[in-house]
């Protein structure tokens, strides 16, 4: 048998409609979820940018750290902008840009009022992997002394542990 090279195999693919047609919908269905999470986060967005940050997307809060290789549209601290992801933490929003504001106040310098926010938010908070991020954001931002009052949260930590640690449901 002989071998394909990338760029024929590349070619063949193109070639088939089937392939073509599903890679549209994959990426017609991608281009509809960013648009639905841009919208969801767009007064988020404009709030901290009008604080003095350039972001596109809380995410841009979380990844803010150098990196080698990859580009990073804002780097380090951003203090001025927690009182909006406070705030933005009890408005509804999407799973995915709900994680997005837990995850940018994943931080030891918040204060009590993040503090008291996580802990609120997590509280609230039924879905199990919402709660494993918001326990997780507690584990930075709350001093373990205030955080040993509240043994739900290392309860939530170590659920998620064991669930991801148990043999997939499917095995023979």
Known sequence: ????????????????????????????????RAATHAADEREL?????????????????????PHPVLARRFIGPYPAAYSS?????SIPHLPAIREGIVRA???KDGGSEVEAALLAAFA???DPHLRFVLANALRTAMPY???KKYPEIGAALKETKRDS???PSNTR
């Open 145 to 147: 002394q205030r955080r």
């Open 105 to 107: 106040l994943t931080v």
């Open 1 to 32: 048998m002989k071998r394909k090279t990338a760029a024929e195999f590349l070619s063949e693919l193109e070639s088939d409609s089937d392939w073509t047609n599903q890679r549209a919908i994959r990426e017609r269905s991608v281009n509809e």
């Open 45 to 65: 967005v404009a709030e901290i940018r009008d604080a003095g940050y350039d972001i596109d997307s809380v995410y841009d809060l979380v990844n803010n750290e």
């Open 85 to 89: 992801l406070i705030r933005h933490l």
């Open 124 to 126: 609230g908070e039924t």
């Open 165 to 167: 640690s148990a043999p």
